[in-house]
C-alpha cells in the first residue's frame, strides 16, 4: 500500500518560496513504473496540474506552463521523498497542494492535502 | 491545452436512483495506436483528497463498487451511478492524461433529493 506524507509550512509571505515535501513509503522514487506530481485545489482554479519528476534511466521534469517559470519538482533518492518548490509566491497560489502518484499517467495515490496561505 | 467541461454542474439524486454525469473535453484524448482513452474519473468527499474511481475511460479502480461505471469515447463521456448511496454523495471529476498539462474538469456534486 502506497502512502505520501505531505509536510511544509502551511503560511508563505508573498514573492518568497513555497517549499512542501513528500515522503514516500510503498513505493521508490526512483521507480521507473511510475511519477511524482503536485496538484493544487483553489476555489479560483479547480485542480491543477502543477508538474512532475520521473525517473527512466534519468531524472525527467514536466511542468505547467503557468508556473513553468517559477517552479521545481526534484527527488530526494536518499530520503525516498519529492519536494515542490514555488518561488516568487502571491496570494493567487494560496491552495491546498497534493502530491500524488501517477501509475502509467492516472493519479492513483494522493497525500492529505495541504493548506498554503500567501499572506503578509 | 485539453479544456475538460462536465455537466450538470450540480445533480440531486434520490437514495437507489440513478445519477449521471457527463464529461467532454476540447480534443480527442482517444489515441489511436492502443485505442485507449485517457480519462479518468475520481471523487472527492468533503476534506478529503480525490479519490481515483475510474482509468482507460470505463475501467473500475480496484476495490470501487461496481454501481459506478465509465462509459464513451473520443471527446464524450459519462460517469454513472447506480442505486445511489448516501456515501455517494461527493465532488466527481474527470481528468484527461492524454498529455500534459493533465487538465481536470471543473466537477459536478452530487447530493441526495
Known amino acids: 500500500q502506497v502512502q505520501l506524507q505531505q509536510s511544509g509550512p502551511g503560511l508563505v509571505k508573498p514573492s518568497q518560496t513555497l517549499s512542501l515535501t513528500c515522503a514516500i513509503s510503498?513505493?521508490?522514487?526512483?521507480?521507473?513504473?511510475?511519477?511524482w506530481n503536485w496538484i493544487r485545489q483553489s476555489p479560483s482554479r479547480g485542480l491543477e496540474w502543477l508538474g512532475r519528476?520521473?525517473?527512466?534511466?534519468?531524472?525527467?521534469?514536466d511542468y505547467a506552463i503557468s508556473v513553468r517559470s517559477r517552479i521545481i519538482i526534484g527527488p530526494d533518492t536518499s530520503n525516498n521523498q519529492f519536494s515542490l518548490h514555488l518561488n516568487s509566491v502571491t496570494p493567487d497560489d494560496t491552495a491546498i497542494y497534493y502530491c500524488?502518484?501517477?501509475?502509467?499517467?492516472?493519479?492513483?495515490?494522493w497525500g492529505q492535502g495541504a493548506l498554503v496561505t500567501v499572506s503578509s | 491545452d485539453i479544456v475538460m467541461t462536465q455537466s450538470p454542474d450540480s445533480l440531486a439524486v434520490s437514495l437507489g436512483e440513478r445519477a449521471t454525469i457527463n464529461c467532454k473535453s476540447s480534443?480527442?484524448?482517444?489515441?489511436?495506436?492502443?485505442?485507449?482513452?485517457?480519462l479518468a474519473w475520481y471523487q472527492q468527499r468533503p476534506g478529503q483528497p480525490p479519490k481515483l474511481l475510474i482509468s482507460?475511460?470505463?475501467t473500475r479502480h480496484s476495490g470501487v463498487p461496481d454501481r459506478f461505471s465509465g462509459s464513451g469515447s473520443g471527446t464524450d463521456f459519462s460517469l454513472t451511478i447506480d442505486s445511489l448511496q448516501a456515501a455517494d454523495v461527493a465532488v466527481y471529476y474527470c481528468?484527461?492524461?492524454?498529455?500534459?498539462?493533465?487538465?481536470f474538469g471543473p466537477g459536478t456534486k452530487v447530493d441526495i433529493k
Open positions: 500524488v502518484r501517477d501509475y502509467d499517467q492516472v493519479f492513483d495515490y
Open positions: 510503498g513505493d521508490s522514487v526512483s521507480t521507473d513504473k511510475a511519477a
Open positions: 519528476t520521473y525517473y527512466r534511466s534519468t531524472w525527467h521534469n
Open positions: 482507460w475511460a470505463s
Open positions: 481528468q484527461q492524461y492524454y498529455t500534459t498539462p493533465f487538465t
Open positions: 480534443q480527442s484524448v482517444l489515441y489511436s495506436s492502443n485505442n485507449r482513452n485517457y
